[in-house]
């Protein structure tokens, strides 16, 4: 499975951005990670197959949104109140178990990365 994430740039905070990342074939859960400089790869937010189950990271909940369309096998990332700290490259990845993680090792399919930059 291959993906392919779109959407990134540069916003003023309490700006938003809509990341969304395609796959070319069928997954279950899908999520997004992101990156800063200097920083570990941390979730951000994740959603089952039904997209009846999602996950969010404490500093994004309420402003951060995930869904899915299955029919183009695409997961989307609404982002709104942006901040600063959220300035990062945004992964997107996918597994093949029904079951939500948090942790990037049970993802083996990743996409390339798009930057979001928010600026003060």
């Known amino acids: 499975v291959q993906l392919q994430a779109s959407g990134g740039g540069s916003v003023q905070a309490g700006g938003s951005l809509r990341l969304s990342c395609a796959a070319s074939?069928?997954?279950?859960?899908m999520g997004w990670f992101r990156q800063a400089p200097g920083k570990e790869r941390e979730p951000v937010a994740h959603i089952n197959w039904s997209g009846r189950g999602t996950d969010y990271a404490d500093s994004v909940k309420g402003r951060f949104t995930i869904s899915r369309d299955n029919a183009k096998n695409t997961v989307y990332l609404q982002m709104n109140s942006l901040k600063p700290e959220d300035t990062a490259v945004y992964y997107c990845?996918?597994?093949?178990?029904?079951?939500?993680?948090?942790?990037?090792?049970?993802?083996?399919?990743w996409g390339q990365g798009t930057q979001v930059t928010v600026s003060s």
């Open positions: 074939g069928r997954t279950f859960t």
């Open positions: 990845a996918a597994r093949d178990r029904p079951s939500i993680s948090d942790y990037p090792d049970d993802y083996p399919y």
